[in-house]
């Protein structure tokens, strides 16, 4: 059994810093120089500030940001521009014939971790050049809410169908059946470049860069 | 003229309460506001109102009015073992007596009116051969001859009490009552606490308070308000005369209104909200409002006593006059209404001024701890308004001894004085408007695509709120 012993040994060594304390002198007691200093500081930002507000020229919240002054962004009114990576709300990228790109292969919907994407494929009718070729999707759905924003879908699409640049956050809503996103919806938006199709070209049966076989040289 | 003298009272009452209620609201607003430009945030400006289709936002005034309509529509709520008849009782006595104590703050000279004529002829000025007024009034506050001349006088102050300070002593002494009996009647640990602190901080400062205008009252030779803003007025500012009671009142007043840094009583990091925790609606409405009043009312007392009240340098009740001991400079006459009217604004703005530089205080010093505010309040500052009274006494002798020689030099001083509040009261006016005029610079600092993206826009957009 231990012997607790009283008062209590102190410790060998303390691991601590000592704390340096403002000297007493004078004029720290006398309170009122740090007094002075510190309303002056207030002044000077108050002076400040609202010679920027009452002359316009407060500096600008994203680029003036690191400055002094108020930089405040008055949100609704005012937005940050999101990163130029920022995976936003999703959008189906077209041709530039306007149709869309995506075949219907449920790629995405594969690779949705979240289950969010509901693809239902359907054949072009007869006697469109594609029929034979692909599929498109008569339905294509995004659940919104399920959606957890990871990008996979986008990194399966073979086709650079489903992108996820619109620079855009889900907006919130009054009720749940308005976040399901359906196909002509997620047509709709644009990318941050403002246009509806992307950057990579697509090769169609016909074109001389086509890679892939034809109707005319299938064997 | 009784008719004539009660409506003028019934003017005098409205004059003063509307200012306190006005000013009070406003700095509501500016402390906000304010707070918001020292600190580098946009501050409040979203109570919006709507006339012809335009938006007025007004940086945020309407802040106060969508607070008075908020405390009226809410709930009046009031704990089930609270006190009811002390529960309602204390609001009042906090705000009550704030009103009171103004009755006896002059904000301006005394006016001769004229007994058979409702408005006498102002704009013909009698000067003598000096260029000194010969309108039957004269430099002390006084009308000449009431009856012979026909001038009758018009205090500009709404209790022109004998006592003066003494009662506003008295009446500022009951805001201990409002305080504690507000905490002790709500039933609740925290509201205690702060009744407790509040009682025992206001009774500390309250010593300080008083003991610090003592020296003031020696050198004036009066407890009257107006006669020691008149006394100002022929000599120099109570700032120069008693330069330390005015820190000591300057920092008891702070304390008794219990603001930052004297805020314990209602110190919300460690008692909720003190001892107006439990009051809601109205009810809080009033204390919260009390503060501010009492901001005002201290502000007042603090441009009464030590920043010359009404005066203003150099302006005396028979127009302007230059004077350096014997040596006049400059006379213009003016009649007395004119300067006294000046001397309401210069009043009314001295305390506007005096509540901006409080606001100051507040956002810019953290708060005491408890012993620290016992300490500074028992141990440095009451000792030292004791010492001042005593070098005060000393000065006052060895001055009374020391003959003519000295009170000419004294004299002389106190025109210099005059002329450096003058002088500084121009200096800072014109730094103000020439600094709204230097240029703005900002240093651009693009970091991160986001704000690559901006800058590729021309700048952070602002767009119409949506929906």
Redesign the interface.
Known sequence: MATATFPKKPADHINAKPVEYAPHDLEV?SY?PE?FR??G???K???E???????G?L????????????????Y??????????FRGVHRLTTRTDGSMRCVACLCCSTACPAQCIYIEAGEYPPGDKRRGYEKYPVKFVVDELRCIFCGYCVEACPCDAIRMDTGMHAVPYDSRDQFIYDRDLLLSFEG?DGSHVTANARHEPGDPTHPGLTREHSH | MTATLLLATIVKILIMVMFVLNLAAILTWADRRQSSMIQDRVGPNRAVIKIFGKELRLAGLLHPLADGLKFFTKEDFMPPNADRLLFTLAPIMAMGMVFTLVATIPFGDTICLHQFRLFPDFWHVHTGPHGELLDGVERWGTCAADSRNGYAPLELVVAPLGVGILYVFAMSGQGIIGAAIAGWSSDNKFSLMGALRAASQMVSYEVTLGMSLVGAMMIYGTVRLDDMVRWQQEHAWGIFVQPLAFFLFFAAAVAENKRIPFDLPEAESELVSGYFTEYAGMKFGMFYFAEYAEVVTGSMLLVTIFLGGWALPFFHRDGLLVQFGDTTLLRVAIPHVFVTLLGVLAFFGKVIVVCWIQVFVRWSLPRFRYDQLMKLGWRLLLPASLANILVTGVVWLAVDKAGSAASDGLRIAADVTQAVVAMAMTYLIGRGVVGMFGTVTHERNIIGTSAGIAARRGGTKTEPMQA
């Open positions: 007691k009122l007094i510190g309303v500081v207030s002044m930002h108050f002076f500030n609202t010679r920027e507000i009452v002359r020229k500096p600008d919240p994203v680029l003036d940001r690191y400055d002094d002054g108020i930089t405040t962004i008055s609704p009114e005012q937005k940050r521009p999101y990163p130029e990576r941050r």
